[in-house]
């Protein structure tokens, strides 16, 4: 039987497994600091356990990180890791450097989470559908893309945004858990108004953070005011219109009194008119919140699904028009860069191109 990773563990699992095993519960203290605070791996370097319990770790338990397989870097200071996980699939996660700087070093350096590998969700604007999907991320890859950035940067991580490969919510209970483990106060990670999960716009998943009162920031990935639209660009829509979505959105903020982030890309002559503009002025007086357009980069044909409808990203002069008009509205805007495009890292382009090519050749 493979040893059990101890990576992963909360707290209070750990003071479980180890009490099972005759061992005091402050023992458990002490492994925790040691893998999440000094992020040791080595049993034989918890110099503060007696050797007899070290050896007895190393025969029951491992302590496993995802690895980095691969690493791109962007012209703007945009790094795309790959890292492998242990059944040899593959998720890719980004660190975004803030256009400001303090002392010669971004301002914020944001990190990009997978949560899946893959995505079932096939939203028409996403590289990530491409893949389809495999399995949920456990909570010790999430923590681990994480460590293992923070690793290969040797800078602070300020902010963690839940936005990579996946759906959150479809993984709630291992992304929530990872959450638990990264701002937990022995860690010493980032504090959750720092962390934002985004989501497609699962109901459940919105209503179950609002009951939890959950600390962490919600965003919602919206793109479109309108439910035919949104249905054709978000098969989620179907399952979730945007009268039962803006519900739980309400719901939210009613339980927790913080703010939404609705992400809005815009698309050519889509969902970027002055109608759109009013709908969303509606919604947002609705539901305090603030908005977050993104340009659209159009993803490679040869990841991508036939595409349902053609994208183009929305001109730089409509885009500043469009959030003119919002803040007019007195709504509070803001314009995402476009980091890492050249390197598919940008939004919506996070797909393991490796998958691609071997799942393309053993279809055809």
Not at 138 to 147: C, K, M, T
Not at 292 to 312: C, G
Not at 334 to 361: E, P, T
């Amino acid at each position: 039987m493979e040893a059990l990773n101890l990576f992963g563990q909360t707290l209070d699992e750990l003071r479980s497994l180890l009490q099972e095993r005759g061992m005091p519960r402050y023992r458990a203290e002490q492994v925790f600091y040691w893998m999440y605070n000094r992020r040791v791996t080595d049993f034989g370097l918890m110099t503060n356990l007696p050797k007899a319990e070290r050896t007895a770790l190393a025969e029951s338990f491992r302590i496993t990180h995802p690895v980095i397989a691969g690493e791109q870097n962007s012209a703007d200071g945009t790094r795309k890791f790959l890292f492998t996980l242990e059944d040899d699939l593959r998720v890719e996660t980004v660190l975004i450097p803030s256009e400001t700087e303090e002392a010669g070093r971004p301002k914020r350096l944001t990190l990009c989470l997978s949560t899946q590998v893959g995505c079932p969700l096939d939203c028409a604007f996403c590289a990530t559908a491409s893949m389809k999907m495999r399995r949920n991320a456990r909570a010790w890859e999430i923590v681990g893309q994480y460590f293992g950035a923070l690793a290969a940067s040797g800078q602070r991580i300020t902010n963690l945004v839940y936005m990579g490969m996946g759906e959150p919510m479809l993984n709630y209970d291992e992304t929530m858990k990872s959450i638990d483990l990264i701002t937990h106060e022995t860690t010493c990670g980032v504090g959750s108004a720092h962390i934002t999960v985004s989501t497609a716009g699962l109901v459940d998943g919105i209503r179950r953070m609002a009951d939890e009162q959950r600390k962490a920031k919600l965003a919602i990935s919206l793109h479109s005011t309108d439910d035919a639209l949104r249905s054709v660009l978000m098969p989620i829509n179907r399952k979730y219109p945007l009268s039962e979505l803006i519900a739980a959105a309400e719901y939210y903020y009613r339980a927790t009194r913080r703010r939404i982030t609705w992400e809005y890309i815009l698309f050519d002559d889509l969902n970027d008119t002055e109608a759109d503009v009013q709908r969303l002025l509606r919604l947002m007086r609705r539901v305090p919140s603030k908005v977050n357009l993104i340009p659209f980069h159009p993803i490679d044909s040869a990841l991508s699904h036939p595409p349902r409808l053609e994208l183009r990203p929305s001109p730089p002069a409509r885009i500043e028009r469009f959030a003119e008009a919002l803040r007019a509205g007195n709504a509070t805007v803001m314009l995402r860069s476009s980091s890492g495009r050249d390197i598919d890292a940008a939004c919506g382009q996070l797909a393991v191109r490796s998958h691609i090519r071997k799942r393309a050749v053993t279809t055809s």
